[in-house]
């Protein structure tokens, strides 16, 4: 499975950002999908994910409810975070993970998003 996301970049705060994630590869084995950041110094972060085998509205972090909507196109392959009402914290690198049914993880190359005036 491979991830390419895109999408990144700076945004004032109140403003709005849409990540994209790509996906090829063996994609019947995939289990979840989600996104999580990291900012310097402190391990990754789960902020949302949803599952494949269902059509369900996803989990997310506390911090991002509310304000992040995490969606799919499983024709084109193709994960969306769609990010509203963002903060200076959440400032961070952005990685589209996957999961597969044997519990074998992928990540992304990460793309980074930085709110600031």
């Known amino acids: 499975v491979q991830l390419v996301e895109s999408g990144g970049g700076l945004v004032q705060p109140g403003g709005s950002l849409r990540l994209s994630c790509a996906a090829s590869g063996r994609l019947f084995q995939v289990y979840n999908m989600g996104w999580y950041r990291q900012v310097p110094g402190k391990g990754r972060e789960l902020v949302a994910r949803?599952?494949?085998?269902?059509?369900?509205?996803?989990d997310y972090a506390d911090f991002v409810k509310g304000r992040f909507t995490i969606s799919r196109d499983s024709a084109k392959n193709t994960l969306w975070l769609q990010m509203t009402s963002l903060k200076p914290d959440d400032t961070a690198v952005y990685y589209c993970?996957?999961?597969?049914?044997?519990?074998?993880?992928?990540w992304g190359q990460g793309t980074q998003v930085t709110v600031s005036s």
């Open positions: 993970h996957a999961v597969t049914y044997g519990s074998r993880e992928y």
């Open positions: 949803m599952y494949t085998s269902n059509n369900n509205n996803g």
